[in-house]
């Protein structure tokens, strides 16, 4: 994978409760593709992750969703966690910039529960999808297609269960973004 995504930004939207590995393993992943990734957040400073069962370590925060533009990046990732997810869903601004990236037909990858931001943004009709299982029926009721497998591939759309699924969604993560621009993700 090495270099393959040189020259490639990703945003990885997340606020305070993340889960920690659903964000520290994605970006490992990139970077080891020569992508360059950029922390986006409500908050400025740091923000807080959770790590299983307690709060986990900080990270710093590179760029406030106020002041992000879709059109600097070439993909967008959404780390789960109970926490973020939700808290995300009710910010317009990340709202607005994740319904960019489907419009630009650029790549998005969610994991656990980021499909939540996806219900919210009005982004799912039609797509197949998996998340963590607790949120199969907000999906389906956003006209999306559940599917329990550790990683489905919808047209620059990849999403996975759990951080057991980490390392299939992180391969496919990277392939959608070295395959860029998909035009059946402009559902928007």
Not at 24 to 44: C, D, H, Q, W, Y
Not at 62 to 68: G, H, P
Not at 161 to 175: G, I
Request: net charge negative.
């Amino acid at each position: 994978m090495n270099g393959e995504l040189k020259g490639k930004n990703v945003a990885i939207l997340v606020t305070h409760g993340f889960e920690e590995i659903e964000l520290t393993s994605p970006r490992e992943a990139l970077k080891e593709a020569g992508a360059k990734t950029f922390i986006v957040s409500p908050e400025s400073g740091t923000i807080k992750s959770w790590h299983k069962n307690d709060w986990g370590g900080e990270f710093e925060v590179d760029l406030t969703i106020d002041k992000a533009e879709e059109a600097s990046f070439d993909g967008l990732v959404l780390p789960g966690g109970v926490m973020n997810p939700d808290q995300l869903r009710m910010n317009e601004h990340a709202i607005k910039f994740v319904q960019e990236f489907f419009s630009s037909g650029k790549p998005v990858a969610a994991i656990c529960h980021g499909p939540q931001l996806l219900i919210d943004a009005d982004v799912l009709q039609g797509r197949e999808l998996t998340s963590y299982p607790s949120i199969k029926n907000d999906i389906k009721n956003a006209g999306a297609r559940w599917v329990d497998n550790e990683v489905i591939v919808d047209q620059g759309l990849t999403t996975s269960r759990t951080p057991e699924d980490l390392p299939a969604f992180n391969r496919k993560m990277v392939e959608e973004l070295r395959e860029g621009v998909h035009e059946e993700q402009k559902t928007i």
